[in-house]
């Protein structure tokens, strides 16, 4: 035993097959070493292990030096990776582990461009284009790190799917919602904070009364870095009032006085969109969207909208407001021009004309 402890970054477990050995670096995954310590066997092991260069966490037995495997597992590890804000990692990072499941045993270099093409062309439109930003990233990363000489997602170019994306809340679908969580409920809190701040949802969990001074919420968006500052709605000011809150950082909270994750944040807001019995469409999300519609519908520019959404273009604004109101829009316009239209008079029809005959079909 005394032997053992002289030996770094070894760890030994005790289970009913007896006593296991294994090699640990910090940052690194457990490597085991055989026969007993201080056999041939077991010091050539943990010499081989000591002079090896460090695996990430995340490699596996299959990850040999060159293979997509080991560089994912390197990849997955970097400060380029860690950069990545939002849902962009998680998103980035399972479409990534599933292209690891089936080719992380092939070389890095054995990846052409026609390989890459014929792979998405087998994938629905979504996963495709998913797979081909998180691909074109991994691969830049990879030329940067001299892994391979060029990559080989530059020039594949795919049609971006349609979408209307998120679904926009409307109308009475926030009704619905209203009718079954009563303002003072958490559920109504929540559903006010996306209506009335148009922010997502990683940012508006982290709201609370700190960030509110004299009527203006500061936020600084999670995604952008932007900071914003909004002027709180006279609804919203009512209903953070009447919810009963601890003297918690957040007030958004869970049943046990915690901070909401993102996604346990996503889950519980929808087991509130059930309660009120709405459509599985109907998201936190869509409430940023239905913000933006409301402030279109009442007749702000998209310069006006993107100072509360904290959007950096305007096409994206556009986007977010296509759900607005258009026979609301219609008539504001008409009324602006002139509330009585102008009825065409009768033209009188020659008789000669009136004696024409009508085409036949």
Not at 70 to 73: E, F, K, P, V, Y
Not at 174 to 184: S, T, Y
Not at 193 to 197: E, F, P, S, V
């Given at each position: 035993m005394s032997r053992l402890r002289r030996l770094r970054y070894v760890q030994s477990f005790n289970s009913a097959g007896g006593t296991h050995h294994y090699f640990r670096k910090a940052g690194s995954p457990r490597i085991p070493l055989p026969g007993l310590v201080g056999s041939a066997e077991f010091m050539a092991a943990y010499a081989d292990a000591l002079t090896a260069a460090p695996m990430p966490i995340g490699a596996s037995k299959r990850s040999k030096p060159g293979s997509v495997s080991?560089?994912?597992?390197e990849y997955f590890a970097s400060r380029t990776f860690s950069n990545f804000s939002g849902g962009t990692p998680a998103l980035?990072?399972?479409a990534l582990e599933r292209f690891r499941e089936q080719y992380g045993h092939?070389?890095?270099?054995?990846?052409?461009t026609t390989f890459i093409v014929a792979l998405l062309d087998t994938m629905a439109p979504h996963s495709a284009h998913t797979l081909l930003k998180s691909l074109r990233s991994f691969m830049t990363w990879c030329v940067e790190r001299k892994l391979i000489p060029a990559n080989p997602t530059l020039g594949i170019k795919l049609k971006v799917p349609k979408s209307d994306g998120y679904h926009t809340w409307t109308e009475d679908e926030?009704?619905?919602?209203?009718?079954?969580?009563?303002?003072?409920s958490r559920a109504r809190l929540a559903l006010a904070?996306?209506?009335?701040?148009a922010q997502r949802r990683s940012d508006v969990i982290r709201i609370g009364r700190q960030h509110i001074r004299d009527g203006v919420l500061t936020v600084r968006q999670q995604k952008t870095g932007k900071v914003l500052a909004i002027p709180v709605h006279a609804d919203l000011a009512a209903i953070i009032a009447a919810t009963p809150t601890t003297d918690h950082l957040t007030l958004l909270t869970t049943l046990t006085n915690k901070n909401y994750s993102p996604n346990d944040f996503s889950d519980q807001f929808g087991r509130w969109c059930d309660a009120a019995d709405l459509p599985s469409r109907c998201v936190f999300h869509g409430l940023r969207k239905a913000a933006a519609r409301r402030l279109a519908e009442g007749g702000c520019t998209v310069h006006e909208i993107a100072a509360i959404t904290g959007h950096t273009t305007l096409k994206e604004v556009e986007r977010y407001t296509e759900a607005a109101?258009?026979?609301r829009l219609a008539r504001a316009a008409i009324e602006r021009f002139?509330?009585?239209s102008v009825k065409p008079e009768p033209v009188e029809v020659s008789k000669p004309l009136n004696g024409l005959p009508k085409k036949a079909g």
């Open positions: 080991l560089a994912l597992a980035r990072r399972a092939k070389p890095l270099a054995s990846l052409p926030v009704a619905r919602f209203e009718a079954a969580h009563p303002i003072g904070l996306g209506l009335y701040t109101d258009q026979v002139g509330s009585e």
